[in-house]
């Protein structure tokens, strides 16, 4: 069994220091609250031991349960300790529970909404808190700090960061006003690293949507809040409670939408929310909005910034007064480097929503990185035990339909249906054949972890991983079951560094136009005459493993193939146009991505047949790097493993037919009677 390691550090409390005093290192601020301490400022460590665990924390999925995670109850009791009595300037505070991050982990700034409470992290933070180290600004409700010298108090801790670590870059979350102060914070720091990550950003104010509500709010008392908690208590029974509360909640519904529409929805937690929203505060949140937005607009050009945009879905109606689609496509168009994912069920505050988890999206979107440049090996960071269960519940209906079976060859040449003849250490190079779609490695990566805790790095396509603007290459969320498992663009340097950091990597030599043939091309090889993959792994004393799968053709059948799509003229145009972006992906690479054009082949499904994947002897490379380092000897090397990874099709090809559960209903009725966790038997394998 595969052993990981993980790093845990420890923690120190420092001294605690007003925000309007500078420590040395960073600023500090102390918190006051007349029932707890809520949250403090933590120093840590930036290096910690190291500790070996050696049970496969994969080899169970099906009984792991969603880490804990406070509810919106819970940041609304929190809420109730930062209403702002103790009054004061903005200040930060690091939650508690980001006590046990790894060892150089880049800082995280998080700048609230509308709320200013600071805690809109406040279910993320056990696992922000674990890669990152969080801090967090909060605003009093008292504060009236105008937006430039908000952006000012940013800039002093970024400029102190940077000053430390000048080659770790800098996170900062915005949501909703605080994105557009970020923007502001990039614009005027061109020459630091910063990370934006903007939840919802507004770029832009309708005065003519605004001016209404704060009309609204003029007319009403100051007093009205306060006589309504105490003489009413917002119980039930009270009818003037319940018509204020319908009011307000349809006023806000309608002039405010998303903003403040998903905090009131809460009505039961209207006397925390109105103790953060007295009425002079709201008038002063909207106009700091309105001021941070206009700020934004004008500046956002000047970012360089690397950006990640969170977006819920903008419809048509009482929302469309902040987040305006036509806003949001020029603000990702001015930002050289963005990527903008988009939540169609999910309102304006993301991150206190359920099946939003910013770390696992920031991890999916490789925007996690712990030096300048991104690094696909050192930066990645491997799935949770239930990141890996949500992946394979995302599979489950391709992996029911197609029931892998999943073979491997021992030492003596024995077949064994298990990854028992796999080897444990790296570096190991897997070498076989695209099935159509390439899907074979969704499967296998997740079996791979599953019985072996062993991370497949595949090598794939550079258009899972970037998308120029305005080109029309796939939504890279299509690709986020990929880039979880690990997936890493292809190129010399990237296969080279994995094979060095003892990897288990997995290779298409026939790479795209493999898993894109054309008709009648089902498990056909399309390898290049020379391939350097031999000499590269000889060089990191690598095993090769050569394997075939087959099956796609009991998947789906090809009506409409790259011939057929050339022959249709706004096909023809797509498929030419998305060429032309793809090579302008390709940075010189050849090879496996080299004259490969991108298209979608039309398929229709079948009666689902089974995938089969047979792994074969390892070739050792180790102590040959001299002999393989002959470009002749290489080649020989290369054609024997071409050669296995067309032996193991044959045989699965013959062996599948004696399968008696090759086809569904037999798999059906095999589940239905041993369950559906079981493991389908395949053909007997002792008459190899």
């Known amino acids: 069994m595969a052993i990981s390691t993980v790093r845990i550090t420890d923690g120190i409390c420092p001294v605690f220091s007003p925000v309007s005093r500078r420590a040395h290192n960073r600023d500090f601020s102390y918190w006051k609250s007349t029932r707890r301490l809520t949250s403090v400022a933590i120093g840590r460590l930036r290096d910690g031991g190291k500790v070996t665990a050696t049970v496969n924390p994969y080899s169970n999925t099906d009984a792991v349960r969603p880490e804990e995670r406070k509810s919106l109850t819970d940041f609304l009791a929190e809420v109730r300790d930062f209403d702002g009595g103790d009054g004061g300037p903005p200040r930060w505070f690091s939650p508690l529970e980001c006590g046990a991050r790894a060892p150089g982990s880049p800082l995280l700034l998080y700048i609230p909404g509308i709320d200013g409470t600071g805690l809109g992290l406040t279910r993320q933070h056990k696992r922000l808190g674990e890669i990152f180290d969080i801090w967090c600004l909060h605003f009093p409700v008292s504060d009236r700090t105008p937006a430039r010298e908000i952006v000012k108090l940013i800039e002093r801790i970024v400029r102190s960061e940077y000053y430390r670590y000048p080659k770790t870059p800098i996170y900062i979350v915005g949501d909703s006003i605080g994105a557009c102060l970020a923007l502001d914070v990039a614009a005027s720091n061109p020459d630091i690293d ?23 709010l003029e007319l009403l008392p100051d007093e009205v809040p306060c006589l309504i908690e105490e003489n009413f208590g917002f119980k039930q029974g009270y009818p003037f409670a319940a018509m204020f509360e319908s009011m307000l909640n349809e006023t806000v519904a309608q002039m405010s939408g998303g903003l403040l529409g998903d905090f009131f929805k809460t009505s039961a937690n209207l006397p925390t929310l109105i103790k953060i929203f007295p009425k002079d505060t709201l008038l002063w949140k909207l106009q700091l909005l309105k001021s941070a937005s206009a700020s934004a607009k004008s500046r956002m050009y000047t970012v360089k910034a690397q950006t990640l945009i969170l977006l819920r879905s903008i419809n048509f109606g009482h929302d469309q007064w902040l987040l305006n689609k036509e806003d949001i496509e020029k603000l990702r168009c001015a930002l050289p480097k963005c990527e903008v994912r988009k939540f169609e069920n999910n309102g304006q505050f993301l991150f206190l929503e359920d099946g939003v988890d910013l770390a696992t999206i920031i991890k999916i979107a490789y925007y996690y ?209 998305i060429t032309q972006d793809t090579i302008k992906l390709r940075n010189g690479e050849e090879g496996e991505v080299g004259n490969q054009d991108l298209h979608m082949p039309g398929i229709i499904p079948k009666i689902p047949g089974r995938f089969y994947v047979c792994f074969g002897k390892p070739i050792e490379t180790k102590g040959r790097e001299k002999e393989l380092n002959d470009k002749e000897k290489a080649h020989e090397v290369y054609l024997q493993v071409k050669s296995e990874v067309e032996r193991s099709m044959t045989y699965l090809k013959m062996k599948r037919e004696s399968d008696p559960y090759r086809n569904i209903l037999p798999r059906l009725l095999y589940y239905l009677s041993h369950g559906f966790s079981s493991q389908i038997p395949t053909f007997d394998l002792r008459d190899n």
Request: proline share 6%; aromatic share 8%.
């Open 194 to 216: 910063i990370v934006l990550i903007l939840a919802n950003p507004v770029t832009r104010f309708n005065n003519l949507m605004l001016q209404p509500l704060l009309s609204l």
């Open 369 to 577: 990185r712990r030096g300048k440049k991104l690094d696909y090996i050192s930066d990645y960071i491997r799935p949770t035990p239930f990141e890996l269960k949500e992946f394979e519940k995302s599979q489950r209906l391709l992996t029911d339909a197609i029931s892998p079976v999943f073979l491997s060859t021992l030492d003596n040449g024995t077949i064994v249906r298990s990854l028992a003849g796999i080897p444990s250490e790296g570096p190991v190079l897997y070498v076989g054949n695209h099935m159509l779609l390439g899907i074979e490695l969704r499967p296998a990566a997740i079996h791979f972890l599953k019985e072996r805790n062993i991370s497949l790095r595949g090598l794939a396509h550079p258009v899972m991983f970037t998308k120029k603007s305005g080109s029309k290459l796939p939504d890279l969320q299509m690709f986020d079951s990929v880039r979880i498992i690990g997936a890493v663009p292809v190129s010399n340097m990237n296969f080279y560094k994995l094979l060095r950091s003892k990897a288990h990597v997995v290779l298409y030599p026939g790479g795209v136009r493999e898993a894109l043939h054309r008709k009648g091309e089902e498990y056909k090889l399309f390898w290049p005459e020379h391939s350097e993959f031999v000499r590269i792994a000889s060089k990191c004393g690598a095993k090769i493993i050569p394997f075939g799968a087959v099956g796609e053709d009991d998947l789906c059948q090809i009506v409409l193939d790259y011939n057929d799509q050339m022959k249709i003229p706004f096909l023809k145009d797509v498929i030419e146009e």
